[in-house]
């Protein structure tokens, strides 16, 4: 840590002006304009899935849809998800406690569930203002410095990033060629993601480029830090989030109607939960990846990938609603 120390206060002589003023980047209305549009593309294929399913069973599109959430087994599924989330929490949390104790200080781990509960609140909009508000909230309350917590964020979205990918390529492998031919490109992911990371590390250790100066930049102090084993550990700790999410998916499918084991979800759900990471357009995507998936049964699908994914964040949200009051108290006492 004394060598990152040494470094922190050159950077603070050099570049650190210039890192913690940087100038507000205008809306780029463009972007807008792209997010909306895959969004409507989304929501005009589901409509048409939708409308033509209901076609075939001689029904109005509304009638068809009624029809489907009334042949759900809700309570069943409403304790499936709702345990299922407070695992989720858990676990969560607990990826966030370790990343911060390997690179920042050693903060305990129910000191740490108010404030990822609490980020649960602005992940509705946005999973990654959520993870914003941590690094706001831990400045605020243990006077840490905002762009040392920001660069375990940082360090924890990459790290999720490639989980994901581990998991799809282990659910490709499981899979077979039962998968959907969009699968295919898979292996290619994979092998361009590993080199990716290699290259990743390599750099960041200071092996690749030793001269580079880039990676002297504040916010990536986490990425100096990590060693192979701390990417290895992360995996570790997600994945029995991931592992629990294949079930309670799989069981709550059937629920919906629909028959699906384990391994046949394993190379979805990485893809889908990574769609549903980013901002909203892809989440309409998410749950457009479901009919797709699963062509027969489109409105089973389409209420399912709807329920599915707003129920776990707007209950990660009452999650974080309980937290709220102690989070307001460390914040502002």
């Known amino acids: 840590m004394t060598d990152n120390n040494q470094k922190n206060e ?14 507000q980047k205008k809306s780029n209305p463009a972007g807008r304009i792209l997010f909306l549009a895959i969004t409507v593309m989304c929501f005009v294929y589901l409509y048409y899935r939708l409308n033509g399913a209901a ?12 029809d489907v959430f009334s042949n759900v087994a809700w309570v069943p599924w409403l304790g499936l998800m709702i345990a299922y989330s407070l695992f989720y929490f858990l676990v969560d949390t607990l990826v966030v406690t370790r990343a911060l104790n390997w690179f920042l200080a050693d903060i305990k781990y129910k000191d740490i569930l108010p404030i990822r509960a609490s980020a ?27 762009w040392e917590v920001g660069s375990v964020m940082l360090f924890i979205m990459f790290c999720e990033v490639f989980y994901l990918l581990v998991w799809a390529s ?26 990716f990371f290699v290259i990743w590390l390599l750099y960041f250790q200071g092996n690749l480029l030793p001269n580079n100066e880039f990676r002297q930049k504040r916010i990536l102090d986490a990425f100096k830090q990590a060693k192979l084993k701390h990417y ?18 799989s069981v709550a499918l059937n629920l919906f109607g629909v028959d699906a084991s384990f391994i046949e979800l394993l190379p979805y759900l990485p893809v889908i939960f990574f769609a549903a990471a980013v901002p909203t357009p892809m989440r309409a995507a998410a749950i457009t ?11 089973q699908m389409a209420a399912f990938g709807f329920v599915q994914h707003n129920f776990f964040i707007l209950f ?16 502002f006492s």
Not at 12 to 19: A, Y
Not at 55 to 66: D, F, H, K, Q, V
């Open 232 to 249: 290895l550990l992360f995996l570790i700790l997600r994945s029995p989030a991931l592992l629990a999410a294949v079930i309670v998916y």
């Open 316 to 331: 990660n949200a009452v999650i974080g609603l309980v937290f709220w009051r102690r989070a307001q108290r460390e914040l």
């Open 120 to 146: 649960y609140i602005i992940s509705i909009f946005n999973e990654q203002i959520g993870k914003g508000a941590m690094a706001y909230y831990l400045n605020k309350r243990d006077q840490i410095p905002g």
């Open 10 to 23: 050159v950077s603070e002589t050099g570049d650190s002006g210039t890192e913690n003023a940087m100038p």
């Open 55 to 66: 076609s075939r069973e001689g029904l109005p599109l509304i009638a068809y849809m009624t």
């Open 289 to 299: 990846f479901w009919v797709i998936l699963f062509p027969e049964n489109e409105g």
């Open 170 to 195: 282990i659910g490709y492998i499981a899979g077979g060629d039962g998968l959907p031919e969009a699968f295919s490109l898979m292996p290619a992911i994979a092998v361009g993601a590993a080199i």
